[in-house]
């Protein structure tokens, strides 16, 4: 089945420094990958969706300018967190689809658990 | 922002009962989906019911589809110690149209040996 592999799968940073998150598709091509952010408790709030070879397209609220995304190949997608701040302590998590199979589900990375101290 | 509702938002049962979830969205569809996160976990994909089917089997799980109410379920048979997790159902499109897998609020789901 299709798998995404998403590293690291856990990060602590200083305050100001940033962090590189990548998720890759391992066994499907993948045009399109989502960001995804959750909070202790909380549900999964999409943050962008990331298109090869264009621009990343950023859900209300979400500053692009912190947030950089870059999808330069069919199968890797990253996320980095700039001038990070406490407050980004999250859970990010990547997914994306296979659209080879027909099923229709996303798969999705194991998730990255960032702290920043 | 949310897509929508996921009620209880917390159910704890007996191993061995049956689990029941309940959705609600807000917008058109295509399909709706449910998925399972372990704690500090990614998501695994579960079952997706199209916005044309009523009802969905896939071994202990069953899923409904109400497209009049905008609601689904996801109801778990003789639950085990293993389901203990965090459920999400999703939607796959946004108020435009526009291709997004958009969250419910989730229920969290214990199951008591």
């Known amino acids: 089945g299709a798998v995404v592999s998403q590293h690291p799968s856990w990060v602590i940073c200083k305050s100001g420094t940033s962090v590189k998150i990548e998720c890759r598709s391992l066994?499907?091509?993948?045009?399109?990958m989502f960001w995804y952010r959750q909070f202790p408790k909380q549900s999964l709030m999409l943050m962008a969706t990331?298109?090869?070879?264009?621009?990343?397209?950023?859900e209300q609220g979400v500053e692009k300018d912190k947030f950089l995304i870059n999808h330069a190949s069919l199968t890797l997608s990253t996320l980095t967190v700039t001038s990070a701040h406490p407050e980004d302590s999250s859970f990010y998590i990547c997914s994306a689809r296979d659209y080879r199979t027909g099923r229709g589900g996303y798969t999705f990375g194991s998730g990255t658990r960032l702290t920043v101290v | 922002s949310q897509q929508g509702e996921e009620d209880p938002q917390a159910l704890s049962i007996q191993e061995g009962e049956n689990a029941t979830m309940n959705c609600s969205y807000k917008t058109s569809i295509n399909n709706l989906q449910w998925y399972r996160q372990n704690s500090g976990r990614g998501l695994v994909h579960l079952i997706l019911i199209r916005s044309n089917e009523r009802e969905k089997h896939s071994g202990r799980l069953r899923v409904t589809l109400d497209t009049s109410k905008k609601s689904s379920s996801l109801l778990i048979t003789a639950s085990r110690a293993a389901d203990t997790a965090s459920y999400f159902c999703?939607?796959?499109?946004?108020?435009?149209?526009?291709?997004?897998?958009?969250f419910g609020t989730g229920t969290r789901l214990t199951i008591i040996p």
């Open positions: 990331s298109n090869e070879g264009s621009k990343a397209t950023y």
């Open positions: 999703a939607t796959d499109r946004d108020n435009f149209g526009n291709e997004k897998l958009t």
């Open positions: 066994d499907f091509q993948a045009t399109t």
